[in-house]
């Protein structure tokens, strides 16, 4: 079965953290794999992406400083660390699995989404 299960959205005040888990069942998880994330009326748009070691990483600019992106490989878990939230921020966040290259939005598996709003 391939699956990616994510978790760790919820409600934050601006300026908090939250911390996003992506587990991936072993079919689903690849070489490049990313956290992306949809705000009402928008776009889906990329928000970090990482290769298989961790030197290997892209970050939109908008989250630059404030997000990083990690893995476990050994867990097949990715993670997504925010730090520093904005409004802004809010949007369901989706991981995704069996993307093209690190800067790639084209993926094979994704996952079913979770919610993170910043608000006050």
């Known amino acids: 079965q391939v699956q990616l299960v994510e978790s760790g959205g919820g409600l934050v005040q601006p300026g908090g953290s939250l911390r996003l888990s992506c587990v991936a069942s072993?079919?689903?998880?690849?070489?490049?794999m990313g956290w992306f994330r949809q705000a009402p009326g928008k776009e889906r748009e990329s928000v970090a992406t990482i290769g298989w070691y961790a030197s290997d990483t892209y970050y939109t600019e908008s989250v630059k400083g404030r997000f990083t992106i990690s893995r476990d490989n050994t867990k097949k878990t990715v993670y997504l660390q925010m730090n520093s939230l904005k409004p802004e921020d809010t949007a369901v966040y989706y991981c995704?699995?069996?993307?093209?290259?690190?800067?790639?939005?084209?993926?094979?598996?994704w996952g079913q989404g979770t919610q993170v709003t910043v608000s006050s």
């Open positions: 072993a079919r689903a998880f690849s070489l490049y």
């Open positions: 995704a699995a069996g993307l093209r290259g690190i800067t790639s939005s084209i993926g094979d598996y």
